[in-house]
């Protein structure tokens, strides 16, 4: 019954579209053969051309929906995939390949073209953060989880009546050492936290820059004198503009470093330079074990360890070059390394004199 109504609906719309054409037609035509100064033409040709062009715009309006019920035909075959694609990245599904109907526009600039680009980008761009995130979560549940369990172990051994004083002596210092680590890598988490935030803590001023590593390095001498380490600085007299604060976490986490997989009786040397008219260098290089390529190439990430098991009995948590890059971005610098296995490894840090 239903498609009964629907067919007569249509016939009818014909009907009366066909109505509409030809009483425009028959006002029109007069209009026509006056614009064009036709007179004397019989009743007949009147009619031929009322009907002719009742006709033509009959053709002409049935034409247009053709066209329009085309064009939204085809918008719908676009926005369907578009749209299954929202729906799938709200889900949190973000293997989105929308390549196989780019192919169907043959033009480049074409607004569905431009979308079409602009939602797998975003496909991908989610998807990596979201791989990001989870392996962000696995590697602090990680570095959370190792402390954890030696506590707990030795703790539990503890209640050993039977151990000797030394045997608890330690256990104790096991404790102790775990203890620093999982306060150190909550430490550094927070830290990276608010650096990655919208609104990091920030506040430079002008300060003298080689007093500031001067410093540090005396902060430290108790480490590299342990080692037996030979550290040669020379620092031009420089002034910057900077988070003095955060820069102070820049060299100290360098500078250690380079102390830590240096070998006893080793050299650092320590420089800053003036590299241009705008721009400062500071380069800190060692003689220490060296870096592959591969290393190099990840350093930078959160939790990365060449050696887990040197960075676990160091206490490093593998966040501190993560936290350094940061600062140095904020600060509109650069951090440069290079570093063969076995030869020692040079980082050298260039900032703008005045970045702000």
Known sequence: MKKFFKKSGEIAAVILLLFLCWSAAFFITPWIL??????????????IIDSFLGFFLFGLIMYGISRIGFVQAQQTVFFRPMI???KNMARGNFNIDLSPYKKEIKNRRHPFYEILNSINHMAKELGEMEQMRQEFISNVSHEIQSPLTSISGFAHALKNKNLSNEERRQYLEIIEVESMRLSK???????????ESEHPPFEPKTYHLDQQLRRVILSIEPQWRNKNLEMDVSLDKMTIIADEDLMNQVWINLIHNSIKFTPNNGKITVNLIKKDTDRIAVIIKDTGIGMTKEVQMHIFERFYKADPSRSRSSGGSGLGLAIVKKIIEMHKGEILVESLPNEGTEIKVILPIDFI
């Open 185 to 195: 890598l909550s430490d550094n988490l927070l830290k990276l936290t608010s650096l």
């Open 84 to 86: 299954d694609a929202m």
């Open 34 to 47: 006056e614009l064009f100064s036709i007179h004397n033409l019989s009743f007949y040709m009147k009619q």
